[in-house]
């Protein structure tokens, strides 16, 4: 079910950062909606983009990005007028969630789970403290209870005790059901998580998947998935957006865009999916660089139904704003 008013919404995003190389125009005018209580899925090839955008959101853009256009909104806020100094103490890790991708990397083996994650919580704190609170016995006692009931709700057994544990005494599966916990402690209103399941086996994945389209509806937040994998859109996402080197090419309810793409990239690109096909399919040529990526539509080199308007000028999302919307010249707007 897809509730109709947008939590975040990124209208126009186009970013660009200077390299040795040259610049690189890594995400051209990306467009979507995230709405309260749904999970929306970002589906890309490597390299499209994904985990730039989430940084960007995050207001963490990579070092000598320039913002070439457009506007992130979080709740009606646009973050990038916000000072980052601001971004971080309200919204980073306290509005907006963060599920990291690698279970392995992303904690400090030298101390306990209880130590960084009271640390993490200290930063961040919870929305019903007032600014300023200090950090005594009292407010050290309350986040401690808050760990232990994010903990359970992800089922780690005896979270009390697991508090006391270091990283390494947990397995992958274990430690990403921590970092979940660590995303929700602060009671964010949205998570961006970032292929928080590509590290995992696919029975831990699949355990995973099933615990956040839980935790999102339980506790009502509204979550940002990447994945370049539709196998796991087709199992937690209401909505999809699909983006192509930098590019939103198609948006869309999940059953529509697995039903029925309309895009050539997504029909490529589902058409890779093994349950899709017998014999090991990829789509010819590889993704262009961002450094002097291709005019108009990027995808246009590696199109089967390449017309010569498609490299004149960028096909825009035609469709209505959260709706089924499609960016490309042959095909037009979603009927
Ligand atoms: N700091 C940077 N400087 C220069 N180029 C960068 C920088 N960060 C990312 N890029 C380039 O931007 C493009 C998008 O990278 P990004 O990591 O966002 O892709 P992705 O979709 O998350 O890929 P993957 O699925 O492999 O994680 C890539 O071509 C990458 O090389
Ligand atoms: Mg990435």
Excluded at 32 to 42: A, D, H, P, T
Excluded at 108 to 133: A, C
Aim: hydrophobic share 40%.
């Amino acid at each position: 079910m897809t509730a109709a008013e947008p939590i975040l919404e990124v209208r126009d995003l186009s970013l660009s950062v200077r390299t040795d190389a040259g610049v690189a125009h890594i995400l051209d005018h990306v467009d979507f909606s995230l709405m309260k209580g749904e999970v929306l899925g970002i589906v890309g090839e490597s390299g499209c983009g994904k985990s730039t955008l989430i940084r960007t959101v995050l207001g963490l853009p990579p070092r000598n990005a320039r913002i070439g256009s457009g506007e992130i909104l979080f709740r009606g806020e646009n973050l990038l007028a916000l000072p980052a100094r601001q971004v971080a103490a309200r919204i980073r890790g306290r509005a907006i969630g963060f599920i990291p991708q690698d279970p392995f990397l992303s904690f400090n083996p030298t101390f306990t789970i209880g130590k960084q994650m009271l640390e993490i919580l200290r930063w961040s704190g919870l929305p019903d403290e007032p600014e300023g609170t200090k950090w005594d016995r009292q407010t050290r006692d309350r986040h401690r209870t808050r760990l232990v009931e994010v903990l359970r709700a992800v089922q780690i057994p005896d979270p009390e005790e697991a508090l006391t544990r270091y990283p390494h005494e947990f397995s992958g599966g274990q430690r990403q059901r921590i970092l979940i916990a660590g995303a929700l402690a602060a009671r964010p209103d949205v998570v961006l998580a970032d292929e928080p399941t590509t590290a995992l086996d696919v029975t831990t994945q699949m355990q995973i998947l099933k615990l956040l389209e839980e935790l999102a509806r339980q506790f009502d937040v509204a979550m940002l998935f990447v994945t370049h994998d539709f196998g796991v859109v087709a199992q937690i996402c209401d909505r999809v957006s699909v983006m192509y080197a930098g590019q939103t090419v198609e948006t869309g309810t999940a059953l529509e865009i697995i039903d029925a793409p309309k895009h050539p990239y997504t029909e490529m690109l589902m058409a890779c999916h093994p349950e899709r096909s017998d014999a090991l399919v990829g789509i010819p040529g590889q993704v262009s660089s961002p450094i002097d990526p291709p005019s108009g539509c990027r995808f246009a080199p590696r199109c089967p139904f390449v017309e010569s308007r498609c490299t004149a000028s960028r096909p825009p999302l035609a469709g209505p704003a959260g709706g089924r919307r499609i960016a490309c010249a042959v095909r037009g707007a979603p009927a």
